[in-house]
């Protein structure tokens, strides 16, 4: 298994729908999860740090499942405005962090 | 405002010319990282720094140098050595160690001539 996989995509969904995507990790004793959101050609941004107890935000829901090894984030009523590269970050240990090459997503009118 | 800059937003080698991409945090932030990230890639570290005057080499540390000797600069040198340059460099920032939350600067675009 990969460090850090994502499915890359391109997920088209159209406006309003429900979307969800996943991000499994390979190192159980990983420390700490996030997902950033890349648009074109931008920096990535920080759109949530993923708790063991889930983490809300709006419309973006964050999971963590530790026993299959993977994070989660769901957005509910899509918005063209989140067309963008969603991205998966793992910390495995202290002196590691691992980007995933990213979901791209696109929200369609 | 507080944040993190970088500059050029464009940058062009020659063969055989080293470059220096600036990075600058105004955040207070202890930790600083450089990444490099390819079309259709994750980014990938390339150095890091936790403390002023400390760095540690990342994934792909080599053909490229780095200082660290004020808390809020962290400059990126690209060598000679480093045969394919060309990528979408970004500085990062982070309260204290590498796992916490960072902070992206705007890039640079570098290419070779």
């Known amino acids: 298994r990969k460090e850090v996989e994502q499915d890359p995509g391109p997920f088209n969904v159209p406006e309003g729908a429900t979307v969800a995507f996943n991000c499994t990790y390979s190192?159980?004793?990983?420390?700490?999860f996030f997902w950033y959101r890349q648009d074109c050609r931008k920096e990535p941004k920080l759109l949530m740090s993923?708790?063991?107890s889930g983490n809300e935000d709006g419309r973006f829901t964050a999971q963590l499942n530790r026993a299959s090894q993977y994070i989660s984030l769901l957005i509910r009523d899509s918005k063209l405005s989140d067309s963008a590269t969603y991205l998966c970050?793992?910390?495995?240990?202290?002196?590691?962090?691992?980007f995933g090459k990213g979901t791209r997503l696109h929200i369609l009118p | 405002d507080g944040g993190i800059t970088q500059s050029p937003k464009y940058l062009f080698r020659k063969e055989g010319q080293n470059v220096t991409l600036s990075c600058e945090q105004n955040?207070?932030?202890?930790?600083m990282y450089w990444y490099r990230q390819d079309p259709g890639q994750g980014l990938r570290l390339i150095y890091y720094?936790?403390?002023?005057?400390?760095?540690q080499k990342g994934d792909i540390a080599e053909g490229y140098s780095v200082s660290r000797e004020k808390k809020e600069s962290f400059p990126l040198t690209v060598t000679s050595a480093q045969k394919n340059p060309t990528a979408f460099y970004l500085c990062?920032?982070?309260?204290?160690?590498?796992?916490?939350?960072?902070?992206f600067g705007a890039g640079t675009r570098l290419s070779v001539l």
């Open positions: 990062a920032s982070s309260i204290a160690r590498l796992g916490n939350i960072q902070y």
């Open positions: 190192n159980s004793a990983s420390q700490s």
């Open positions: 993923v708790y063991s």
């Open positions: 970050v793992v910390n495995p240990r202290d002196d590691k962090i691992i």
């Open positions: 955040l207070n932030h202890d930790a």
């Open positions: 720094s936790q403390i002023v005057n400390d760095f």
